[in-house]
């Protein structure tokens, strides 16, 4: 075994360890305004959808599908599916903002055990009888996003900016900013010579950091396979775009680790007044959460299926377990419906394994679904995120 390899198996080792023991995920790192437009939902559709932090779940319940199925097989991340829904049913959007929103609520722990504890799984119950302080304020940081693996990292930054005032002035300056052009402006003047250096490149680049954001060793690596400056190169440009391309006024996913909060203007639509009551009115009793893997799932279930959201699981699924990532595909296949869509992200713009797949029975994917490259790749320069280099969207073709 050589030493690389060793070291691959340590990382990963490293990220399997936090990801069984932890909330990974606070909130969602995918821009659902991009995959409502590449989804198309509709009042008869049916979906799997990989539970992730439940924002964006929330978020295609507002399109009005008949039924939506969250699966994640960390029980944490259903566990905060739960909280979410439980709240929705039983509080008032103030409470609720105050909870989702500002990330803080002086009486969480009231609120948790008189009104959302008895909505909850058995799981959930015990998962937040022993976190819900994370709520409360002063702890953590005083905020909800800065707890679980990915609040780590925010904290972190956090205390980075506290010890770099200027650094974090300027910051706020682009997020105020009025227009792109001011918004250019503060950026390239006042906030990359100050972020962009030595140390901030190195603590990038190493494998801890990228697992407490739940990026596995295989997307790690695949993204320095497919970028010249690695890990750190390709965040800058990330950033850059994120912050020199697209207006940052409706941009809550960077906004709120950078502030540790969401606005009432800046705000995923479930926080929103009108989200919330929609939600509250019926559209929330629509998402069923589940605890297992997408193909222990799709396996159990007798429904028919005509949209899944997949995430980027099958990056690090085509390396460490390629004959499960086969399973599940052959597990989508037989539950999918004529008109079904798929959309899915990846590290790198054309995975391999998109090529390399095979199905018994019916040989590539491209056997069985067209991909509309030309929409992923409008859609993605529009997405608020920008964190992936691939996003695909699928139509069966059977």
Known sequence: ???????????????????????????????????RRALHIGPDDRLLAI???????LDYALCGPARIHAVDANPRQTALLELKLAGIRRLAHADFFALF??????EARALYHDALRADLSPFAQGYWDRHIAAFLPGRRGGSFYYFGLSGWVARGFRAYMKVRPGLRDAVERVLSASDLDEQREHYDRDVAPRLWGRGMNWALSRPFTMSLLGVPHPQREEVVRSHDNGIAGFIREAVEYVFCSLPVADNYFWSLYLRGRYTPQCCPEYLKPEGFAALKDGLADRIQPHTTTVTGFLRETDERLSRFVLLDHMDWMSVYHPQALVEEWQAIMARAT????????SAHAQPGYLQTLHIPGIGGLHERFRFERELAAELQAHDRVHTYAGFHIAQHAA
């Open 1 to 35: 075994m050589t030493r690389t390899r060793l070291a691959d198996r340590i990382n990963q080792g490293v990220f399997n360890a936090l990801y069984s023991r932890a909330l990974v995920y606070n909130t969602c790192w995918e821009d659902p305004a991009v995959d």
């Open 51 to 57: 539970t992730s932090a439940g924002c964006n779940v």
């Open 101 to 106: 929103g500002d990330g803080r609520h002086a």
């Open 338 to 345: 004529p008109d079904a869509r798929l959309i899915f992200r």
